[in-house]
């Protein structure tokens, strides 16, 4: 278990498409818990694996009790939609208004290699979004709703809303 460094916008792992993982393995176990560790000490409530230079599709997820880890995860279902401030790990002190589905439903493997399917709406259905994104190469200010929507979070604001700005 180790907290990993978060990279920020200028690393070019976070532009190019992570590449699917041919087994879950305990490499892969083990990434898993490096990320879930760092998630929760960065405090943030998702994470993907080219945030801690990891070309590889692994999303983690805690926007509640529980725990949601998924490796090559794929967007099932999206319905509804949500317009509202997102802001990322890997793009730290900044929010902007993106719009995603309401509700979605992925589907990927969990740490034992078994498919497991994710449903959720709200925070939990736009962190999925996000993560995806971040194994596509995709940062949410790509998607923001208009540029202007952009600024800066103040240093009191990050600590009481880490939903905002911890994906
Ligand atoms: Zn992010």
New binding site residues.
């Given amino acids: 278990m180790a907290v990993l460094p978060i990279l920020t916008q200028e690393a070019p792992i976070l532009r190019q498409k992570a590449k699917r993982v041919a087994r879950v393995d305990d490499s892969v176990r083990k990434l898993i818990d490096d990320m879930v560790d760092t998630m929760v000490a960065a405090p943030g409530v998702g994470l993907?694996a080219p945030?801690v230079g990891v070309g590889l599709r692994v999303l983690v997820i805690k926007t509640d009790e529980n725990l949601h880890a998924l490796v090559n995860p794929e967007m099932v279902k999206g319905e509804g939609e949500q317009i509202g401030p997102e802001g990322?790990?890997?793009v730290p002190g900044y929010v902007g208004e993106v719009k995603r589905f309401l509700r979605v439903v992925a589907r990927g493997l969990n740490r034992h290699g078994k498919t497991v399917k994710v449903k959720g709406d709200g925070l939990l259905a736009r962190a999925i979004q996000?993560e995806i994104d971040?194994l596509d190469g995709i940062?949410?200010t790509d998607r923001l709703t208009s540029l202007d929507t952009l600024r800066k979070v103040e240093p009191e604001e990050q600590e009481q809303k880490a939903e905002l700005v911890g994906?």
């Fill in positions: 993907a945030q990322c790990l890997s996000h971040h940062l949410f994906v």
